[in-house]
């Protein structure tokens, strides 16, 4: 991904919410006509979704908080990010 994450500042759609569901045992994140089941720190990613941060900061924030060197974290955020905005999951 070219060493540096986009300077988008991705953010949930209105129509979109973040929860725990019960009967899979795990975070999802709803939106019209699907539910996408979150994984490891998948919902850390989308709660800092917030239209205010751009990747490269959710990537610097993800980091410090989990002691994780930005450069392990970037191509899977990067991509995570793209494919949900792909996906009509986030704006």
């Keep these: 991904m070219n060493g540096r994450a986009p ?3 991705p953010r949930l759609p ?3 919410v973040l929860r725990h569901d019960h009967v899979r ?3 999802v994140l ?3 006509e699907r539910v996408v089941v ?3 720190s998948a919902r850390a990613v989308l709660e800092l979704c917030d239209g205010t941060r751009t990747v490269e900061e959710i990537i610097t924030r993800l ?3 989990h002691g994780t060197p ?3 974290l970037r191509d899977d955020v990067v991509a995570f990010l793209t494919r949900l905005r ?3 999951g986030l704006r």
């Design 63 to 65: 980091g410090r908080e």
């Design 38 to 40: 979150l994984r490891g």
């Design 70 to 72: 930005e450069d392990a």
């Design 7 to 9: 300077t988008w500042r």
């Design 25 to 27: 045992g795990g975070h």
């Design 14 to 16: 209105p129509t979109a």
């Design 30 to 32: 709803l939106v019209p």
């Design 86 to 88: 792909t996906e009509g």
